[in-house]
């Protein structure tokens, strides 16, 4: 079946606390992307990644870290959470970065 | 950097009546995406819009672009209670490779 995974689907930490929330698209796509969704301000991008090795700043890339080490994965790293990065977390996928988004199930995460 | 308004941010309409999301670009798009994520699930693809005045149907969906490719509207006709959940329009522009979501119209719909 084809589809995106997220890893883990919530998660409680606290300030400062290194983490990682995994994403993997079996559908072969070259294009990544990182998005938060926030009441009242839909969802933002945060990192994008058009093929291996190649990554790029979204609209509120502050506080985040991304790799594409391999096509399927692209991972998200928070170095040092904070309490403003409390938010459902979506990783999405593409054949390109004009094409149909396929979203994963989210990641709600809680930093206190 | 570019900005996509949506209208309205909630919307409550009754069973049967029509419900219209309006999204405006501070930008010329290249293209235009519409996406519904239903209470507790992810964003799911509806459509994509790419020519100046394009119109599409999707049974009682109907999609536009306007003419200067800065504004869309979605239409929903006779809407019912699996209509509901939040409708985003979604923008690229020109040569940008990122996709700027508007921020969203939460439709409920009573029985």
Redesign the interface.
């Known amino acids: 079946e084809a589809q995106v995974t997220q890893n883990p689907r919530y998660l409680i930490t606290v300030t400062g606390k290194k983490l990682t929330v995994t994403c993997s698209q079996n559908m072969n796509h070259e294009y990544m992307?990182w998005?938060r969704q926030d009441p009242?301000?839909?969802?933002?991008?945060i990192y994008?990644s058009?093929n291996v090795e190649v990554t790029?700043k979204?609209?509120v890339p502050e506080g985040y870290k991304v790799s594409r080490k391999e096509k399927r994965n692209f991972p998200l790293i928070l170095e040092s959470p904070s309490p403003n990065q409390t938010s459902l977390y979506?990783c999405?996928s593409s054949f390109g970065?004009?094409?149909?988004?396929?979203?994963?199930?989210?990641t709600r995460l809680t930093v206190l | 950097g570019q900005q996509v308004m949506q209208i309205p941010q909630y919307q409550h309409v009754q069973e049967g009546e029509d419900f219209t999301t309006y999204c405006n670009s501070s930008t010329t798009l290249s293209n235009i995406q519409w996406y519904k994520q239903r209470p507790g699930g992810h964003p799911v693809f509806l459509i994509q819009l790419v020519k100046s005045g394009e119109v599409k149907k999707q049974k009682r969906l109907t999609f536009q672009f306007g003419e200067a490719k800065k504004n869309s509207s979605l239409h929903i006709t006779a809407t019912q209670t699996t209509d509901v959940g939040t409708y985003f329009c979604a923008g690229q522009s020109g040569s940008a490779r990122q996709l700027t979501f508007g921020s969203g119209t939460q439709l409920t719909v009573l029985p």
């Open positions: 992307s998005y009242g301000l839909g969802l933002r991008q994008y058009m790029d979204g609209d979506f999405a970065d004009f094409n149909e988004q396929f979203f994963g199930p989210g």
